[in-house]
């Protein structure tokens, strides 16, 4: 029987204990506080060539404290942290949105007690929106050495393809990288070799990008930031050119009247040609025709300053024409009169000469 009495007031002690216990639970229950703070959303570490705008930019937050912590809740103690955003949350141009689902994992308090709960949030996701910070580079072939003797480049700076391609990096970075005078960035090739070279090529070489940025391809999909930059370089090398003077070209003037003949001065004239060399060498005097800029009266007695252009002759090769110009010529005009053909000789510091 004693040992029966022994129990039992043992269960009525450890009794008493739990009742004590979930009183003073209620107790203490009754000390915690709720309120709603609005926590500002960010990005934790994203990448410096971005720019991040998040919606909403605060979403509220409910917190549990103890009464003795009222005076540590204020909003500026709560972040909701956004991790591993990266450069797939971006587009090149215009900004992509991306939703973004949010729990109490990501509510941050700093400097707060263990006691401090987070216990709901006001919303579930964010939508980010985010593309690169870039600026448009313009890119210029560099050549090394000189083409064969007798030979010249075409185009210096050579074409190159892509003639523009966009950058990234971090706003100090473009900058930095960006030239004063032009107001776009600047890119130079590594240099390509012409020593010796007589024809066109194409060569493929690389861009040095400045420390900090990297080229951007985006397609349908994605961007895509490269560290290295190829390039195809267009080479045209072609002859040399060179000019020519030729002197003593007649000048020749005709009438549509076989009774009237135009008498002139000076009867000749010298002309300045330009071409490659190889050609230059077959152009002569019968290369080139002078004629008159503007329509003649024919009428005896008529007298005038006339001016006159140089064009070539119908005796070159067109392959020749469309390579060779007239540089300049001179006289620019001539002294004429028209006579009967029958009429008065001509003096002796003036002749005539017809165009057969």
Known sequence: MPRFRFTSETILLVASFFIATAVWLVAKQNDFENQIV?????????????????????????????????????????????????????????????????????????????????????????????????????????????????????????????????????PQKLADAGSEKEGVIILKTDPVSIEGKRENFLETTTVPLPEGLKYVVEDKLRVQMKEELEVQLHVVIGEEVRKKTIGDVPIAIKTFSENLSPVYTPTTASVTLEAPISMLKQLDRDSVMFIPSQPLEERVGYKADIAIEARFSGKIPPNIRDKASIVSFSPRSIRIEIVERNGNAPSSKEKEVTKP
Request: proline share 10%.
């Open 38 to 170: 609005g926590a500002r959303v960010v990005a934790r570490t994203p990448p410096k060539n971005m720019e991040i705008k998040i919606n909403p930019p605060v979403i509220n937050v409910s917190v549990q404290y103890p009464r003795t912590f009222s005076h540590l809740i204020h909003p500026e103690a709560f972040t909701i942290e956004l991790k591993d955003i990266d450069e797939n949350f971006a587009s090149a141009q215009d900004f992509k949105m991306t939703p973004m689902t949010i729990t109490l994992r990501n509510v941050m308090m700093e400097d707060l007690p263990n006691t401090v709960q987070a216990t709901s949030l006001g919303k579930e996701f964010v939508t980010i929106a985010a593309r690169l910070h870039t600026s448009p580079a313009r890119i210029v072939g560099t050549l090394g050495g000189r083409p064969a003797e007798g030979y010249q480049l075409v185009h210096n700076p050579p074409q190159v393809e892509p003639e523009e391609v966009l950058l990234t990096g971090s």
